[in-house]
């Protein structure tokens, strides 16, 4: 397929290429757009044609369903049944932004962009291309992260042409993401409010408005993984060719012990990248050192197109810190553990 690509500034958007990429939305094709959390490509929302092509294009499995980007927040009422208290306070507060709700589904959105359940999943992005593309196609856009199903989600344009040139029928290359990690996924259909899908607005931020917010109790270990009520929590996700590790512990100890696997590795021609914080980007020896940022907000920012560069740099072995399963670093810890499959080394272990 060819793919028209155009490039936008978000501070001085032209017009003119939101109307051409707004157009291949109206006639059910698909565009990829940028968003301040992650590339999202996108279709037609309520055109069961069009969303079929956003599977098509990512391999992605048809029963994770689709989150549907508006740009008015009283389009909910087009799509939604059941709008509670706690569901409009949270709009109300966190949009536009990167929190997604999940309500009761009215019949008008197709089973194909929920993924067959009653539910649909809504969120307003706040990045201005995105609204503009929103608004000028005139309808609710269905849009996934605009990678290939299983590999890290992209935030930067050049990781999005690189992985979906030939894929899509338009991309909107719009700069670098603010946040970097996908919506915090949150279910309103019960009482009590319970996170789906942990990210930059975390649990704190919900609480102080909400009252009492749960979170989804299979996300923390990797044998509940396929219990996970977000039907996307339990596939293979945001893995690089590289084999990644997690290697947790006191500080100074992880430091020593990644040294000490770069020299086992070498000993092997297995090629080793780290991702450490700022402070600690001297500490290290070996082929490929990558500075995550110097706060948790930053290593959010960071973290996928990271894990692609591991890949361009064509690493055999990565290995990470880990973080503090608290506010970001929850949302952090989530996309990191998935790209490890789950691997955790011990800082305090010995090596065979
Ligand atoms: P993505 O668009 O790739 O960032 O993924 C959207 C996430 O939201 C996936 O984990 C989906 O499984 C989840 N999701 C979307 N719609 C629903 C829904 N109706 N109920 C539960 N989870 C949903
Ligand atoms: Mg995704």
Redesign the pocket.
């Known amino acids: 397929m060819e793919t028209v690509i155009r490039k936008i500034d978000e501070n001085n958007i032209d017009i003119n290429v939101i109307k051409e990429m707004a157009e291949k939305i109206k006639n059910g094709k698909t565009v990829i757009f940028p968003t301040e959390t992650v590339y999202g490509l996108g279709a037609d929302a309520m055109n069961e044609d069009a969303t079929k092509k956003i599977y098509e294009a990512k391999g992605r499995p048809s029963d994770?369903?689709?989150?549907v980007h508006i740009a008015d927040i009283k389009d909910v009422e087009k799509i939604a049944l059941e709008i509670g208290e706690k569901a409009k306070i949270a709009m109300e507060k966190f949009w536009p932004g990167p929190l997604?709700i999940?309500l009761k589904k009215k019949d008008i959105v197709p089973n194909v962009t929920?993924?067959g359940?009653e539910?649909?999943?809504i969120r307003m992005p706040s990045n201005k291309i995105a609204n503009a593309l929103i608004k000028e196609s005139k309808t609710q856009i269905a849009?996934?992260?605009a990678n290939i199903s299983g590999r890290p989600?992209p935030t930067k344009a050049e990781h999005v042409v690189k992985e979906m040139d030939g894929r899509v029928s338009g991309i909107i290359m719009g700069g670098d993401c603010n946040f970097g990690l996908?919506?915090t996924?949150v279910?309103f259909t019960e009482e009590i409010p319970m996170i789906?899908?942990p990210g930059s607005i975390t649990k704190e931020m919900l609480e102080e408005v909400l009252g009492k917010v749960e979170i989804d109790p299979s996300l923390s270990k990797k044998e509940d993984n396929k219990k996970a009520?977000?039907?996307?929590?339990k596939y293979k996700h945001y893995s690089p060719n590289a084999q990644v590790y997690i290697v947790k512990g006191e500080e100074n100890k992880v430091v020593k012990k990644m040294n000490e696997l770069y020299l086992k590795n070498h000993a092997e021609s297995k090629k080793t990248g780290i991702m450490c914080m700022h402070k600690d980007i001297d500490k290290f020896n070996c082929e490929k050192v990558i500075d995550l940022g110097e706060t948790y907000e930053e290593v959010a920012s960071n973290l996928f197109a990271a894990l692609i560069k591991m890949d361009e740099y064509e690493m055999d072995i990565v290995y990470s810190v880990s973080f503090e399963n608290y506010g970001v670093g929850q949302a952090i810890m989530n996309r990191l553990l998935k790209s490890a499959a789950y691997k955790v080394i011990d800082a305090d272990e010995t090596i065979l």
């Open positions: 994770n369903p689709l989150i997604t999940i929920s993924g359940l539910t649909v999943a849009a996934p992260s989600s996908e919506s996924v279910d789906l899908r009520k977000a039907p996307g929590m």
